[in-house]
């Protein structure tokens, strides 16, 4: 039987005008499902890269396993890298649209007891299976997402989130003007979930605690003052050492990066601080980090007693990561271990816990957010992400408490030593007025 080529083609090609016209009919009538449409394409793309990023980090999952034992952990991140960029680059708004939020924005803005002995070992994976709890690209926001976003500050906290506007001016804006980030992106909450953070199953971070504008605008300056205690530096981990760490050397452990820390803050800007090296997860001569985080309380309490002065509390440790996975990124030329920051919700999935209140929760978020928005916009492969847990982590000693992971157990002594110069600056940044 001859095949009729001619008319099937003919077919083809009426079929496929037919669904385009009707495409180009649809895009006219329906901008805003269309928008829908492609911004659930963008999630689908955005998730799937993180979760791909941070399973091959945790060494999770059997992708991860697979692409481990074959070498690939490095190449197949830098290939993902410009799908990531083409997403906040390409898939962008219209300038009209992005005109007419601008606009609705600035109108908007003119108008208005102990924790748990179980709390994780820093020298594990922090997560077995670290969930996103909101699944939204890093693109612009609708007006609508904008106007909730300004409506739910002004119903929650108008007075703090005006009187702080200045702040946001002069400390994110600078973010804005470098072209780091847009307006748009700075105020979107599923922006910054997706860029930024990895909520833990075991609790939630829904819009009502990360609220963008509130955060990003909250005053966290304090003046440089070398006559009394300003900063601590201690470890809740104080045994953790890295790759190439020399046993019962002190320099190759995570006191000795917070030595370096130390004598940077204080020599380069000026800030008296404390470098607390108390010994919290040894038992009887044996490691034993699950009761640390209790075991180091009491004592961390007394400091901050007796030094009512101090303003910021650090806890640095070193993460634990798969045997195959080496956080490391060069800049200028060193090889430096990367950077995550950690935050304790003192929540699960749906409620606080009443048992480990953290009044200082707001200014604890708005102090790691500050310093990772600073981070991915100075040294984007140096920031890894903020990861949130249900647990206090004694962050509700003070409300500039900052639970910081540099390197892991794969990193060298010197990769986590490189990488101090840096983060002592991003914090002086988020501290100067």
Known sequence: MRIKWKEYLITILLWTALIGITGYIIVLLFPEQVMKWKQMAEKT???????????????????????????????????LTPIVFYLEHNLQQTPKDQEQITQQQETSTAASSEPSSSEPSSSQPVSTEPILETTSPPIEPSQTTIASTESAVLESSSVAAAAATPVLLSKIEQLVSAGSYSRNQIMDYNYLIDTFYVVDKSTSLPQEILNPALLLSKDLTIQTDSSKPQILIYHTHSQEAFADSVPGQRSDTIIGVGDYLTQLLTENYGYQVIHHTGVYDMTDGKLDRDPAYTKALPEITKILEENPSIEVVIDLHRDGVNENVHLVTDINGQPTAKIMLFNGLCRDTQNDNPDTPNSYREDNLAFSLQLAMLMKAQYPDLFRVIYTKSSRYNQHLRPRSALIECGAQTNTVQEAKNAMPILADLIHQVLTP
């Open 45 to 79: 793309v955005e998730n799937t890269i993180v979760k791909i990023e941070w399973n091959i980090q945790s060494g999770e999952s059997k992708l991860a396993a697979y692409i481990s034992s074959n070498g690939w952990n490095s190449s197949i991140l830098n290939q």
